[in-house]
């Protein structure tokens, strides 16, 4: 069975920090582009961050640059989102996603495999 198992996430306060991991069951990471993904309350879901199989190309929504970083450990089978400097306007559900497209994308609707989603809430 094919699976994406996240975890991280939880609640911070304004200008912290938190990592999510992305695991994958079933399949090896390293031949898909995985994306980041959130979804805030009467919002679509966004792209947040994405990087290619190969890890060369990487790409964050505009609103996270700077203070989000994706990675991938391939040995580990996991793929993470380093966030920092976090405000409220982060607060949503993150997903991982994989999709073996010829180049990564921050199109969710391209994304074949998903997390369950990890609530990520910034307050104080």
């Known amino acids: 069975q094919l699976q994406l198992v996240q975890s991280g996430g939880g609640l911070v306060q304004p200008g912290g920090s938190l990592r999510l991991s992305c695991t994958a069951s079933?399949?090896?990471?390293?031949?898909?582009?995985m994306g980041w993904f959130r979804q805030a309350p009467g919002k679509e879901r966004e792209g947040v961050s994405v990087?290619?199989?190969?890890?060369?190309?990487?790409r964050h929504a505009d609103s996270v640059k700077g203070r989000f970083t994706i990675s991938r450990d391939n040995a580990k089978n996991t793929v993470y989102l380093q966030m920092n400097s976090l405000t409220p306007e982060d607060t949503a559900i993150y997903y991982c996603?994989?999709?073996?497209?010829?180049?990564?994308?921050?199109?969710?609707?391209?994304?074949?495999?998903w997390g369950q989603g990890t609530q990520v809430t910034v307050s104080s």
């Open positions: 996603a994989a999709e073996r497209g010829v180049v990564e994308t921050m199109n969710p609707r391209l994304y074949d495999y």
């Open positions: 079933g399949f090896s990471l390293e031949n898909y582009n």
């Open positions: 990087m290619s199989s190969s890890g060369d190309s990487i």
